[in-house]
């Protein structure tokens, strides 16, 4: 399959921020010198116990669903790709960020931030541990909701090789009517951004499981976010 029906195009109207956002000119590729491809971004901090569960970053618990979210970053090879940081950001259950620019009408939760990061392993994995965040409005046009989704950040080893993508939920009545999903023009790519519910992974009497897999180019590659 042609990889660029894969990936969203930077300038899709119905994703009304794509219209302020996406150049209107083209590109210049700027010359990579030795700092900008060496220079780790956040690899040398020490990354803490409860990075990767947001379920324990307070002193008391978050409302909502836990579940654990876990992977692997694998290259078009099916590679393992290991030590590489992942990162994730999301709203809480009731559909609220913790950010100054989200006013929608839902509470907080005083124990939940929704942010984590970890390391993938010598196999390229990872795994989250947090709550399944609700879906929100956005104003993007009327009565837009977005589906249920975690924001990803993976680095390599530097900031140039940074790939922004979205984690969605099995079955999303939402999905149809998301201009962020449909940006991207290929079914087979939309569902490479949902997760899969697992049993396997699932903690009994805990939480449920979701896996998602991310690969980082060719023919089977996840959708990423404004990729040139
Ligand atoms: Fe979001």
Same mark, same amino acid.
């Given at each position: 399959?042609?990889?660029?029906?894969?990936?969203?195009?930077?300038?899709?109207?119905?994703?009304?921020?794509?219209?302020?956002?996406?150049?209107?000119?083209?590109?210049?590729?700027?010359?990579?010198?030795?700092?900008?491809?060496?220079?780790?971004?956040?690899?040398?901090?020490?990354?803490?116990?409860?990075?990767?569960?947001?379920?324990?970053?307070?002193?008391?618990?978050p *409302?909502g669903?836990?579940?654990?979210?876990?992977?692997? =970053?694998? @290259? &078009?090879?099916? %590679?393992?790709?290991?030590?590489?940081?992942?990162?994730?950001w999301q709203c809480n259950a009731a559909g609220r960020y913790l950010h100054?620019?989200d006013?929608h009408?839902a509470p907080l939760d005083?124990?939940f931030t929704g942010a984590?990061?970890?390391?993938?392993?010598?196999?390229?994995?990872?795994?989250?541990?947090t709550i399944k965040p609700g879906a929100y409005p956005w104003?993007?046009?009327?009565?837009?909701?977005r589906?249920a989704h975690i924001h990803?950040?993976?680095?390599?080893?530097?900031?140039?090789?940074?790939?922004?993508?979205?984690?969605?939920?099995?079955?999303?009545? *939402?999905?149809?009517?998301?201009?962020?999903?449909?940006? =991207?023009? @290929? &079914?087979?790519? %939309?569902?490479?951004?949902?997760?899969?519910?697992?049993?396997?992974?699932?903690?009994?009497?805990?939480?449920?499981?979701?896996?998602?897999?991310?690969?980082?180019?060719?023919?089977?590659?996840?959708?990423?976010?404004?990729?040139?």
């Open positions: 399959m042609d990889e660029t029906k894969s990936q969203p195009p930077l300038l899709y109207p119905p994703y009304q921020s794509t219209i302020r956002r996406a150049p209107s000119r083209p590109l210049i590729r700027l010359p990579q010198n030795f700092g900008d491809l060496t220079a780790p971004v956040y690899g040398y901090l020490p990354l803490g116990d409860t990075d990767n569960d947001l379920t324990r970053q307070h002193a008391g618990e *409302l669903e836990r579940i654990i979210v876990a992977g692997r =970053v694998l @290259d &078009e090879d099916d %590679r393992p790709i290991p030590h590489t940081l992942v990162e994730i100054a620019r006013d009408p005083p124990n984590g990061r970890i390391l993938t392993d010598a196999d390229g994995r990872y795994e989250f541990t104003r993007n046009h009327p009565n837009a909701w589906p990803f950040s993976l680095f390599g080893t530097s900031f140039q090789s940074r790939l922004v993508t979205q984690m969605y939920f099995p079955n999303d009545p *939402l999905f149809p009517f998301d201009p962020i999903m449909q940006s =991207v023009p @290929d &079914e087979q790519a %939309r569902q490479r951004m949902v997760s899969r519910f697992e049993l396997s992974l699932t903690k009994p009497e805990w939480a449920l499981g979701y896996r998602f897999d991310i690969v980082l180019r060719g023919r089977n590659s996840t959708p990423f976010e404004e990729r040139t």
